[in-house]
Structures are given as structure tokens and as C-alpha cells.
């Protein structure tokens, strides 16, 4: 092989390695945001939030959230927790 052809084979590859990288990374990212978000849903379900405040968290917080029927938004209450979440320790 000739000098030119490493130099061909190289920058070949670190353009098409860029882009695979990039697009790892990217989904990876996604999933680390979704694994995120349904760790506080879990948290606030945990602690007695309804199902509406914490659709309205996540619009207040920018995330995008599917359109919803008007029936959803209504449920009533939680019941109340015996136990919070997090207990101190005494």
C-alpha cells in the first residue's frame, strides 16, 4: 500500500466512526433520560402524588408528553400514605 491509500482508508473510517459513535451515544442518552423519568415517577407515585400532578411536572418541565384524554386528567386523589418515602431515622 501507498502512503495515499492509508491516509484514504483512515479518514473513511474516522467519518463513519464518528457517525456510529454519534449515534450511540445519542440513543444512549435517550435511555438514560426515560431510566430518569421513570425513577421520579416511581418516587412521586411512592409518595401519594396523583397521576395529574405529575403530568403537569413533566409540562412544566418542557418534557414532551403525548396528548391525553380529559377523562385521564380528572382521577381523583391518592390515598393518603401511611408511611412517607423516605423515613428519619430517630
Known amino acids: ?15 463513519f466512526g464518528v457517525g456510529a459513535i454519534w449515534i450511540v451515544c445519542h440513543y444512549a442518552f435517550l435511555c438514560w433520560k426515560q431510566w430518569h423519568a421513570s425513577i421520579l415517577i416511581r418516587g412521586m407515585m411512592e409518595r401519594g402524588y396523583t397521576p395529574q400532578e405529575i403530568i403537569q411536572l413533566f409540562q412544566a418541565l418542557g418534557h414532551r408528553t403525548p396528548s391525553l384524554p380529559k377523562d385521564l386528567l380528572d382521577v381523583p386523589p391518592a390515598k393518603p400514605i401511611k408511611h412517607p418515602a423516605y423515613a428519619a431515622n430517630n
Open 1 to 15: 500500500m501507498h502512503n495515499n491509500d492509508i491516509i484514504g482508508v483512515i479518514a473513511t473510517s474516522c467519518v
